[in-house]
């Protein structure tokens, strides 16, 4: 089961930035949080992944809350080609098993 | 540097045939994870291989079984093909355990 919950839908207009929320209430303190997006019918992309800290990276920026129940990422600019369904992934504790939800289908719009 | 690669892109099979997909990691990995991914759902976790053997397994049947080489390289094979295991089929690699995972494009099977 995955241990995420992620919107199942949002909008974002083009330039403006795309804010994905992901609830991880259960997540334990040595477990990673990690970002993939999903183009239609292609491979998994990472994006980025944190531990407790914020990250950015050449792609988006990770904001985890300081009690690590929730995360945001954030493409500062979202385009056209940031249409995507993203997921969010609570890496299992000393596997490498990622275990997908349904993730949230961004629709960036002209 | 070429990333993840998976061969066939597509495949056409009949019920109860047998399938090999194959995959190549990206340069300097050495683990391969295979994802099922069903139209509409997110990637399930299949196994993985690291030195050659099956190190994590997921709740798959015995009828999925896998395969490393020395040069890293992977197949999964499939037997006794039902109409459920038309999906897309990923395949990730990892430099080491516990590393980030990069998918390849992945393999489309259907099922008749």
């Known amino acids: 089961d995955a241990k995420t919950t992620q919107p199942t839908s949002m909008d974002c207009a083009e330039g403006r930035a795309a804010n994905l929320p992901c609830n991880h209430s259960t997540i334990s303190g040595n477990e990673y949080v990690y970002w993939y997006r999903q183009i239609h019918s292609q491979g998994p992309q990472y994006i980025i992944h944190g531990l407790k800290n914020n990250e950015t990276n050449e792609m988006a920026s990770l904001i985890i809350t300081e009690d690590r129940k929730s995360s945001t990422l954030i493409l500062p600019h979202a385009t056209l080609r940031d249409t995507a369904v993203y997921y969010c992934?609570?890496?299992?504790?000393?596997?490498?098993?990622?275990?997908f939800g349904t993730g949230t289908r961004l629709q960036v719009f002209p | 540097d070429a990333g993840v690669t998976q061969s066939p892109t597509h495949l056409i099979k009949t019920r109860g045939q047998q399938v090999t997909l194959r995959c190549s990691p990206k340069?300097?990995?050495?683990?391969v994870s295979w994802y099922q991914q069903a139209l509409g759902q997110g990637p399930q976790f299949i196994f993985q291989y690291y030195e050659e053997e099956e190190r994590q397994r997921g709740n798959f049947p015995d009828r999925f079984s896998g395969h490393q080489f020395p040069n890293y390289s992977s197949e999964l094979n499939v037997n006794a093909l039902l109409l459920g295991d038309s999906a897309l089929y990923l395949c990730a690699s990892a430099r080491v355990t516990t590393d980030t995972q990069y998918f390849g494009p992945g393999t489309r099977l259907t099922v008749l």
């Open positions: 340069s300097g990995h050495d683990t």
């Open positions: 992934i609570v890496r299992v504790r000393d596997t490498d098993k990622l275990i």
